[in-house]
C-alpha cells in the first residue's frame, strides 16, 4: 500500500514544538507540505492562512487536496528517535542468561542461520513495532557484517527513517560498505541509508578501524558501534584510530569513568543510552547524569526485540529517569522535560540529524506523532500552570501504543492506528513463521 504524501494539517492538537523548553501551544496546527514542516500556528488554520506558503512561495492550496488530522485530547510532538537497535525476529528468548551467555545460545546460532528473506521479514516486523510506537528514526544494526538489500528494503517498505550500520570486523567488508554508501548517494534518496559501524572495537585491527575513519569523513557518514557495555573498554584505541571526533556514536557506555566521559565531551562523541537493554543483562547502570553534566550529547535506545523484548522510546525515557533518580537519590536526577528531549531532539543530535528531525519548526523534516491522551491512564490531563503535568504524563504514564498517527518525511505511516504503508498481519505472520524455522535448526 502506497502512503498519503501532500499537504497534512494536524489540529486542534497540544502542540510540543521542541520537548524539553517548555512550550505547549494548546489547540495548535502544525502544516505539513511535501516532506517539510512548513508551519506551527497557535490556533486556527495554517492552511488557510499566509504561512501556508512554502519554501518556493506557492500559495495555500485548496481544501480539497489537504489531509486533515484532528489531534483533539491529543499530544502532538516530533517523532521519536531510537539511536541503537538490532532487527533479528526472535523475542523473549534466554531470560536470566547474562550478556555473553545468551548471545552464544541465540544471537550467534540465529545469525548464522539467517537468510536474506529472513533479515527482511525481521526486520520489516522490527520497523512496524516501532512505528507503531512513535519512533520515526532508527539507528539499527543489521544481522550480519554487511547491509544487504532485503533490510534496506525493509525499511524502505515500512515508511520509517534509518540508518543502517554494518557489524564491520575487515577491510573488505569496510569497502563494501563503502560502496554502498557512494552508490546510495548518486541515487538521490536519503530517507534510509548506510552508514559506517564496527563490530566492537576490542576485536577490529588498527588499520580496519583508520579505514573507517578515513571513510566517514570523506563521505560525512556516522559511525557507530557497542562500547563498554558490560566492562570498561579502551578508548585509547578508538583515539588511536581517528575515531574519537564528532560523527561517532557508541552504544550502552555502561563502565565509563570520568576520564573517559570528559573524553567523549572532548571529542564530540555521542551516546545511545539504553537502559532497559543495560538492567535486562544486569549489566550495570549508565552514568547519564555525569555524561550530560559533562555535555556530553546523548539520545535513547531501544536496542532489539530479541535483547529487550519491546522497542518503546517511552519506556526507556521513563526507566532512564527512574534510573537516574534512584542511583543519585535525586527526585531532581533526570526531569521529565528531559527525558523526553532525549527521546527527540537528544537522538537527533546523537544521529548528527539536529535541525532536520527532533522538533517541531519551519523548514524541519516533517516526522511527527499524535499521542492519545484519552484515556484513563492519562486522566486527568492538566494544561494550565502551575500544574500544567502534558510533559509528565506523556514520560511517566504513556506507552507506545498510545501513538495514534505517524507521520515520516511527509507521509502518513500510521493513520488511526491502521498502517498505510505494510499489512500488519502479514508481516507478523512470516516473521514467526520464520523464527520458528531457525529455532528448529538450533
Do not use: T
Given at each position: 500500500m502506497e502512503p498519503s504524501r501532500g499537504t497534512i494539517v494536524i489540529e486542534n492538537g497540544l502542540v510540543i514544538p521542541n520537548p524539553g523548553d517548555g512550550e505547549l501551544l494548546e489547540g495548535a496546527a502544525v502544516l505539513v507540505r511535501g516532506d517539510r514542516i512548513v508551519a506551527v500556528g497557535d490556533r486556527g488554520d495554517p492552511a488557510g492562512g499566509p504561512d501556508a506558503a512554502g519554501p518556493d512561495g506557492a500559495g495555500p492550496v485548496g481544501a480539497a487536496s489537504v489531509t486533515r488530522v484532528d489531534a483533539a485530547g491529543c499530544a502532538v510532538l516530533p517523532g521519536l528517535v531510537s539511536c541503537h537497535a538490532h532487527c533479528r525476529p526472535f523475542r523473549g528468548l534466554g531470560d536470566g542468561l547474562g550478556m555473553?551467555?545468551?548471545h552464544d545460545r541465540f544471537v550467534h546460532q540465529f545469525s548464522a542461520a539467517m537468510t536474506a528473506e529472513d533479515a527482511y521479514w525481521g526486520a520489516a516486523n522490527t520497523f512496524l513495532e516501532m512505528l507503531r510506537n512513535g519512533i520515526t528514526t532508527v539507528q539499527v544494526m543489521t544481522s550480519i557484517s554487511?547491509?544487504?538489500?532485503?533490510?534496506?528494503a525493509a525499511a524502505v517498505d515500512s515508511g520509517i527513517r534509518a540508518r543502517l550500520i554494518p557489524h564491520v570486523a575487515t577491510a573488505g567488508e569496510v569497502e563494501a560498505t563503502i560502496a554502498r554508501i557512494e552508490a546510495e548517494a548518486a541515487g538521490g534518496a536519503d530517507r534510509v541509508r548506510t552508514w559506517l559501524g564496527l563490530e566492537v572495537p576490542e576485536i577490529v585491527d588498527q588499520p580496519t578501524m583508520r579505514l573507517v575513519a578515513e571513510a566517514s569523513q570523506r563521505l560525512g557518514a556516522g559511525v557507530h558501534t557497542h562500547f563498554a557495555e558490560f566492562a570498561p573498554g579502551d578508548l585509547g584505541r578508538i583515539e588511536d584510530a581517528g575515531l574519537l571526533r564528532k560523527g561517532l556514536s557508541l552504544a550502552?557506555?555502561?563502565?565509563?569513568?570520568d576520564a573517559d566521559i570528559a573524553a567523549l565531551a572532548r571529542g564530540g562523541v555521542s551516546v545511545s543510552h539504553n537502559p532497559r537493554s543495560n538492567s535486562r543483562y544486569g549489566n550495570g547502570v549508565a552514568p547519564l547524569r555525569r555524561m550530560l553534566d559533562a555535555g556530553v550529547v546523548v539520545g535513547l535506545g531501544t536496542d532489539g526485540p530479541d535483547s529487550t523484548f519491546s522497542c518503546d522510546i517511552f519506556e526507556e525515557a521513563r526507566l532512564a529517569a527512574f534510573l537516574a533518580r534512584a542511583t543519585a537519590r535525586d527526585p531532581l536526577a533526570l526531569s521529565a522535560d528531559e527525558a523526553l528531549r532525549l527521546a527527540t531532539g537528544g537522538g537527533a543530535r546523537t544521529l548528527g540529524l539536529?535541525?532536520?528531525?527532533?522538533?517541531?519548526?519551519?523548514?524541519?523534516r516533517a516526522d511527527v506523532i499524535v499521542v492519545d491522551l484519552r484515556s484513563p491512564s492519562a486522566a486527568p490531563v492538566l494544561t494550565a500552570e502551575p500544574h500544567r503535568n502534558v510533559v509528565p504524563v506523556l514520560v511517566f504514564s504513556a506507552v507506545g501504543k498510545d501513538v495514534r498517527d505517524v507521520i515520516v518525511d511527509g507521509q502518513v505511516v500510521l493513520r488511526d492506528r491502521r498502517f498505510a504503508t505494510m499489512e500488519e498481519e502479514g508481516v507478523v505472520a512470516e516473521c514467526e513463521r520464520r523464527s520458528r524455522r531457525i529455532l528448529a535448526t538450533m
Open positions: 555473553m551467555a545468551w554487511v547491509v544487504e538489500d532485503s533490510e534496506v550502552h557506555c555502561v563502565h565509563l569513568s539536529d535541525g532536520q528531525i527532533g522538533q517541531l519548526r519551519p523548514g524541519a
